[in-house]
């Protein structure tokens, strides 16, 4: 989820909400994000939490992104509590699996 907060706050102009299924997700989605924005664009981030808290987040300036377990999302309700600003319910393509792609060594 996107969420377009210009406007409504001076803290950032987006903030984009994710959901990891456990502690390790969570960490390899802060982890990828970081490496790929610091590689690709040289962007650096301030980290608060980790994935033992169940909620990390990236802070980019302009942006910053939630990442969340299920129920500690549900709890805070983000979408909620910046109701007035413009969602984008955003999916990232997949990338089909090739049977090569499932043999596990």
């Given at each position: 989820?996107?969420?377009?907060?210009?406007?409504?706050?001076?803290?950032?102009?987006?903030?984009?909400?994710?959901?990891?299924?456990?502690?390790?997700?969570?960490?390899?989605i802060s982890?990828?994000?970081?490496?790929?924005?610091?590689?690709?664009?040289?962007?650096?981030?301030?980290?608060?939490?980790?994935?033992?808290?169940?909620?990390?987040?990236?802070?980019?300036?302009?942006?910053?992104?939630?990442?969340?377990?299920?129920?500690?999302?549900?709890?805070y309700d983000?979408?909620?509590?910046?109701?007035?600003?413009?969602?984008?319910?955003?999916?990232?393509?997949?990338k089909e699996?090739?049977?090569?792609?499932?043999?596990?060594?």
């Open positions: 989820m996107v969420l377009d907060v210009r406007g409504l706050t001076l803290i950032a102009d987006y903030f984009i909400i994710c959901t990891g299924t456990s502690r390790q997700h969570i960490s390899a982890e990828k994000v970081h490496d790929r924005l610091r590689e690709e664009l040289n962007l650096r981030s301030r980290q608060e939490g980790d994935e033992e808290s169940l909620w990390v987040v990236l802070d980019y300036g302009d942006v910053v992104l939630h990442i969340f377990e299920q129920e500690r999302r549900q709890f983000l979408e909620r509590l910046w109701s007035n600003a413009t969602k984008t319910i955003w999916m990232a393509e997949r699996r090739t049977p090569a792609d499932q043999i596990v060594n």
